[in-house]
């Protein structure tokens, strides 16, 4: 798997969003809570909105629109998902988060992988 140098380790914090580029892509970094660092698509699928301006929220990707909030690992829709009837959260879309690591003080993006369906 192919990795690209984005952003400088210490640029990359918590709660909010760092935007960068990946392959041509806008894409947002942040860290977790315990310092992990984390990629996700730029836009949020529920209404198409850019997130830039959106935070970590308990260790969710929380859009600063509507508060629509994302698993940062699987990418999957955490609210209104959770709250709503069965038949309606099925069809709320996730999120694409990237494979991310970090070394030699740079914070490195991967392959975009789907949200998960579940």
């Not at 994302?70 to 990418?75: I, L, V």
């Amino acid at each position: 798997m192919v990795f690209e140098r984005v952003a400088r380790s210490e640029d990359v914090r918590g709660p909010h969003f760092l935007r960068v580029d990946v392959g041509g892509r806008p894409v947002l970094l942040s860290r977790l809570a315990d310092g992990t660092p984390v990629a996700f698509d730029r836009i949020c699928p529920h209404e198409g909105n850019p997130m830039d301006d959106g935070v970590l929220w308990d260790n969710e990707i929380d859009c600063p629109h509507h508060h629509y909030t994302y698993d940062s690992h699987t990418g999957e829709n955490r609210f209104p998902r959770r709250v709503f009837p069965a038949a309606e959260a099925q069809h709320v879309k996730g999120i694409g988060v990237f494979d991310v690591r970090e070394e030699g003080g740079w914070v490195l993006v991967g392959q975009r992988r789907k949200p998960s369906a579940s």
